[in-house]
């Protein structure tokens, strides 16, 4: 299992987050080796089914089968029980759309990154103080650039990464960089329920190839 440093130094690197949840298992695993393929080295699966559980337990099998290096994060996960549940099932890292202090103490013991959902200074200000290093700002689309930039002094010692409206153009991820974010989610801009339903895996493996190149350009 990943350390909190080392998910940190890999979503960093990358520059972007994809996040997907499918109820089919199959198609959940071949988007998996899709991005892969393109280069993603940590996903987050959201647990947004009945199905995410089962689907993730086959996921971890798979990824430590064929691939060397892919961190493996659960997303959506609003309770203990769920965190600890999908701890056992091998999740490298935790993503919350809120902040729940319980999963953090829990997660931090186990040396595990969480990156909570925050909304508000006070939310960010309780998960700072809770030991959490790294923010999810959500929704990104309601908050937008702007209070990235607004309250960036004020948690010099944060990780920042939006979810939600960042769109895979070049302007739209280069205002988040530009307004002090070190990583993007990618949800449905960039694996769309279209994409997904008509299995059209090279359209996926482009675009986030494409969306790394884009990173990499805007971070030097």
Known sequence: MSTIQNSIDVIVKQGMLPLYFNADESKSITILRTL????????????????????????????????????LGIGTIKNLAQAETYYLTGADFFISPGFVPEI??????????????????????????????????????????????????????LIFMPTGGVDTTRESIETWFNAGVSAVGMG??????EVMEYGAYETIEKETKRVLDLIETIKS
Do not use: W
């Open 36 to 71: 892969y393929n393109a280069g993603i080295r940590a996903v987050e699966y959201t647990s947004r089914g009945p199905e995410a559980l089962s689907n993730f337990k086959k996921m971890v099998e798979v990824r430590n089968a064929e691939m060397p290096g892919m961190l």
């Open 104 to 157: 953090a103490s829990f997660l931090i013991s186990k040396e595990v990154l969480y990156a909570p959902g925050c909304m508000t200074p006070t939310e960010i200000i309780a998960a700072e103080n809770a030991g959490v290093k790294f923010i999810k700002l959500f929704p990104g689309n309601i908050l937008g650039p702007d209070f990235m930039s607004a309250i960036k002094d004020v948690f010099p010692n």
């Open 188 to 193: 449905s801009k960039l694996i769309s329920k």
